[in-house]
């Protein structure tokens, strides 16, 4: 009677079987040249790639060198005839875990510090939401596509913003969105601290970006605006655009002032709260009706309290 008919023997076979095959091996790596093979589509224009500056110095580890850098030893996968299962695909990588592959890599940035918490990452944006990782550098920093439409592919209601008659030139090419933002995340700002401007990038000095092309209205003044030292730029003009003159909040000048300049409160120095307007400010009359027009400096003056000329 065959050995494995007899009660107990056949389970002992299997586990003297089981000791008898060696473990198999931990991946190895293959090397850029053998990704050749099945993804000549993507190897063909890889050499333009700034992630092929790996490869090209020649004194990397395997790990941080050509494809196997970003997704692991490749023997397995090779020998499996190109399963996904056996190697690190970002399809199928959880946002979090491409972030983290990643940042084995670009951590290195300050610009990056704050991505972790940043609003992109909180709503799962990964980088390969953005970023196109193998093509050649058509677009600047491996985007998918230019910049603004990056931004578009979500921010729908910028992009109404962008199309008014009053705005910054983005859509034109004179100006980007990270000239204003940091998509990777920013410090906190020191302005409109109540609001917390997400994903501001800070100017000189923690300034809002504003002031990396509006230096005139820098200062510092001995006498300041506290609107525009306490809330900001934002507190009179619509950043992205709008259908007013000179991207006001309000299309006529003193129905904007007349928001803070009401006597409301009771902060400051003398108890005052904001500047009232004077009695001999008749609203009714056009003539008082564009503020700026005696109150030129309205960002911040030297000489006048009143910001006049």
């Given at each position: 009677m065959p050995c494995?008919?007899?009660p107990g023997i056949s389970t002992l076979c299997a586990a003297i079987a089981c000791l008898l095959v060696p473990a198999s091996a931990a991946p190895q790596y293959t090397g850029s040249v053998v990704c050749k093979?099945?993804?000549p589509n993507i190897a063909v224009?890889?050499?333009?790639?700034p992630?092929?500056?790996?490869?090209?110095s020649g004194s990397e580890p395997p790990e941080r060198t050509g494809c196997e850098a970003c997704h692991g030893p490749g023997s397995e996968h090779v020998a499996a005839k190109g399963d996904k299962s056996k190697i690190i695909a970002f399809s199928q990588l959880a946002p979090k875990q491409v972030l983290d592959n990643c940042l084995r890599c670009h951590a290195e940035s300050l610009g990056r510090a704050n991505i972790r918490r940043s609003s992109h990452t909180l709503a799962n944006v990964a980088c390969n939401s953005c970023h196109s990782i193998h093509k050649s550098p058509v677009q600047k920093f491996l985007l998918a596509k230019e910049q603004r439409d990056v931004c578009y592919g979500c921010h729908n209601n910028v992009r109404a913003q962008f199309a008014q008659p009053f705005k910054h030139r983005v859509n034109e090419g004179f100006m980007t969105c990270s000239d204003c933002h940091n998509p990777h995340g920013a410090d906190a700002v020191n302005y409109a601290m109540g609001a917390r401007p997400r994903m501001v990038t800070a100017a000189l000095n923690n300034e809002e970006p504003c002031m990396k092309c509006h230096t005139d209205k820098r200062g510092p003044f001995a006498f300041e605006h506290p609107a525009v030292r306490i809330e900001?730029?934002?507190s009179c003009h619509v950043p992205h655009g709008t259908a007013n003159t000179r991207m006001l909040k309000r299309p006529v000048?003193?129905?904007l002032c007349l928001e803070c300049h009401n006597g409301a409160d009771s902060f400051g120095r003398d108890a005052a709260g904001v500047f009232l307007t004077p009695p001999t400010h008749n609203m009714a009359d056009p003539r008082f009706r564009n503020c700026t027009t005696c109150h030129v400096r309205i960002h911040g003056s030297n000489s006048s309290v009143s910001f006049l000329r």
């Open positions: 494995w008919h007899l093979t099945c993804h224009d890889f050499y333009k790639n992630h092929y500056k790996s490869i090209a900001g730029c934002r000048v003193f129905t």
